[in-house]
């Protein structure tokens, strides 16, 4: 056997006998969760749940899984020597997107769309912004010198 390839199988064997797979469950307060992204930091690796929220990532002790996934908050994860034991189950909290109340009254006043009015308003606010912004309305330059603006 070649000193190289002896060099090589002393490099690989130690992180293979090292690292192990982990396996475990994702799920929420409803359900488990399909398709979430499970991403181990220390050896840049990286698998997602399947349809019944289960994975096997490969890993070892003091690795770091980030767990996420859409509509929920990602979860870090420092692994110890019970993680690599037994099967894990990890619960991602939902990210709820909350609006205000809102208030109705009993006082309802029709308001009519009159074309004529929006338009006269319209033409107002326009000639209020080109004679204020002339500069958006214009022509941009040419490259030739215009005598009569310098002269004015």
């Known amino acids: 056997m070649s000193t ?3 060099l090589l199988l002393l490099l690989i ?3 293979t006998v090292i690292s192990q797979n ?3 469950k994702i799920y929420d307060e409803e359900s488990t969760i399909k398709g979430a992204k499970i991403f181990n930091i220390s ?3 990286s698998t997602y749940t399947d349809d019944k929220g ?3 990532i490969q890993a070892s002790v003091n ?3 980030i767990l996420s996934s859409l509509f929920h908050k990602e979860k870090k994860v420092k692994l110890t020597e019970n993680h690599l034991k037994e099967t894990n189950v990890f619960e991602l909290k939902k990210i709820v997107n909350a609006l205000d109340e809102v208030l109705l009254s009993e006082n309802r006043e029709v308001v009519i769309f009159d074309a004529k009015i929006y338009a006269k308003i319209f033409s107002i606010q326009m000639k209020n912004d080109m004679k204020n912004r002339p500069y958006l309305y214009n022509p941009p330059p040419s ?4 005598f009569i603006k310098i002269a004015y």
Do not use: V
């Open 43 to 45: 050896n840049n690796t």
């Open 13 to 15: 064997l130690p992180t």
């Open 63 to 65: 690795d770091t899984l």
């Open 22 to 24: 982990i396996t475990g």
């Open 54 to 56: 289960d994975f096997k």
């Open 143 to 146: 490259g030739n010198i215009d």
């Open 4 to 6: 190289k390839i002896k």
